[in-house]
Nanobody
Framework: QVQLVESGGGLVQPGGSLRLSCAASGSNLASYTTGWHRQAPGKERELVASMRWGRAPNYADSVKGRFTISRDLAKNTVYLQMNSLSVEDTAVYYC?????????WGQGTQVTVSS
């Protein structure tokens, strides 16, 4: 059982940056695939970035070169550094962890990009 809590969302101007954090408890994330999805109003949830130990991170085409996923296993935390944000990045961002055919999700954090 994994509990995930996101933080770091907020309001930012176009071109700005935010760093999202996802703190995990209940299990160490070392053996999990972890990542971020997002859901904008009226749209389906989409994968933003994911990573698994020993493999290169995976990114949606729309965020490549702007977003970076990382994790600190000592802190059991996953991060999403988001740079050069645009209004199209406005969404609720969800952290997830996947292992053994099961997945766990955080409650989501709102990111709003607006001038």
């Amino acid at each position: 059982q994994v509990q995930l809590v996101e933080s770091g969302g907020g309001l930012v101007q176009p071109g700005g940056s935010l760093r999202l954090s996802c703190a995990a408890s209940g299990s160490n994330l070392a053996s999990y695939t972890t990542g971020w999805h997002r859901q904008a109003p009226g749209k389906e949830r989409e994968l933003v970035a994911s990573m698994r130990w020993g493999r290169a991170p995976n990114y949606a085409d729309s965020v490549k070169g702007r977003f970076t996923i990382s994790r600190d296993l000592a802190k059991n935390t996953v991060y999403l550094q988001m740079n050069s944000l645009s209004v199209e990045d406005t969404a609720v961002y969800y952290c997830y962890a996947f292992a053994g055919g099961r997945d766990w999700w955080g409650q989501g954090t709102q990111v709003t990009v607006s001038s």
